[in-house]
């Protein structure tokens, strides 16, 4: 596990364990696994799968342009097939870009036939009113388990 995490898509670096303020309304967990182990009070709204196998979890519910900024384009929404109540986005150009693929997030995600390029966002599944919801805590921990601690 890394001990420095760079936030370039949100504008700020962090280097962990300190809570930094980015650049919009979301503020930045450097280090995820601990966050998730020590049960920070406010649970994380959404998470980046890197290509790398990086992750990050962000507190914040996210604008149009937090997603936008963190997947560096125009969003896709990204086929999902695991049991959590989950949405997927991914840079809908990803691959015409020649960004780099995200084995780690299209395993994730489940999705067969195809895999993401580039950074993966993930958010809890739309309510009644169709607004995002914060990442569910199941599918926090089988992020630490499946990608992080992979």
Same mark, same amino acid.
Request: net charge negative; glycine share 10%.
């Given at each position: ?85 989950? /949405? !997927?986005?991914?840079?809908?150009? %990803?691959?015409?870009?020649?960004? @780099? $693929?995200? &084995?780690? #997030? /299209? !395993?994730?995600?489940?999705?067969? %036939?195809?895999?993401?390029?580039? @950074? $993966?966002? &993930?958010? #809890? ?26």
């Amino acid at each position: 596990m890394c001990s420095r995490h760079d936030y370039e898509h949100l504008g700020t670096t962090a280097t962990r364990p300190a809570v930094t303020t980015a650049t919009t309304a979301a503020s930045v967990t450097p280090d995820p696994v601990e966050a998730i182990r020590v049960g920070m009070t406010e649970a994380p709204w959404w998470a980046i799968v890197y290509p790398s196998g990086r992750v990050s979890f962000i507190h914040g519910k996210p604008t149009l342009r937090d997603l936008q900024k963190a997947v560096g384009g125009y969003l896709e929404a990204a086929p999902v097939y695991c049991p959590e109540d989950i /949405t !997927a986005y991914c840079n809908e150009e %990803g691959k015409l870009d020649g960004l @780099p $693929l995200n &084995l780690p #997030g /299209t !395993a994730f995600i489940r999705m067969t %036939g195809d895999i993401v390029a580039g @950074p $993966l966002v &993930l958010i #809890g599944g739309p309510d009644r009113d169709g607004e995002d919801t914060p990442l569910p805590a199941d599918a926090r921990m089988r992020l630490v388990r499946e990608v992080i601690e992979a």
